[in-house]
């Protein structure tokens, strides 16, 4: 699977953003998807998460309520709408998908995007 994460940018404290993610190469349907964001000097951590065919949903417990993924098998492509954003959401976000389940270990995802940047202005 191919990944290509797009959207990222600058954006005020408080302000909104969405991810795109499109997919091409294997069937896009038979794969969990993530958003992963890495900030400097920092490890790359989970976002959320949501399973194969968009029924589930997982977050990340200190972004549940400001970040959403969402999906649409027929484009190929998984979203991520991220609200009321802050500073420390500033990071580099990747798209991933895998066949973990419900686990969202970096190590487990089988394919990565190149990420796309989000900087949070104060």
């Known amino acids: 699977v191919q990944l290509q994460a797009s959207g990222g940018g600058l954006v005020q404290a408080g302000g909104s953003l969405r991810l795109s993610c499109a997919a091409s190469?294997?069937?896009?349907?038979?794969?969990?998807m993530g958003w992963f964001r890495q900030a400097p000097g920092k490890e790359r951590e989970f976002v959320v998460g949501?399973?194969?065919?968009?029924?589930?949903?997982y977050h990340a417990d200190s972004l549940k309520g400001r970040f959403t993924i969402s999906r649409d098998n027929a484009k190929n492509t998984v979203y991520l709408q991220m609200n009321s954003l802050k500073p420390e959401d500033t990071a580099v976000y990747y798209c991933?998908?895998?066949?973990?389940?419900?686990?969202?270990?970096?190590?487990?995802?089988?394919?990565w995007g190149k990420g796309t940047l989000v900087t949070v202005s104060s």
């Open positions: 991933a998908a895998g066949r973990s389940g419900s686990s969202w270990y970096p190590a487990l995802m089988d394919y």
């Open positions: 190469g294997r069937t896009f349907s038979g794969y969990d």
């Open positions: 949501i399973s194969r065919s968009g029924a589930n949903t």
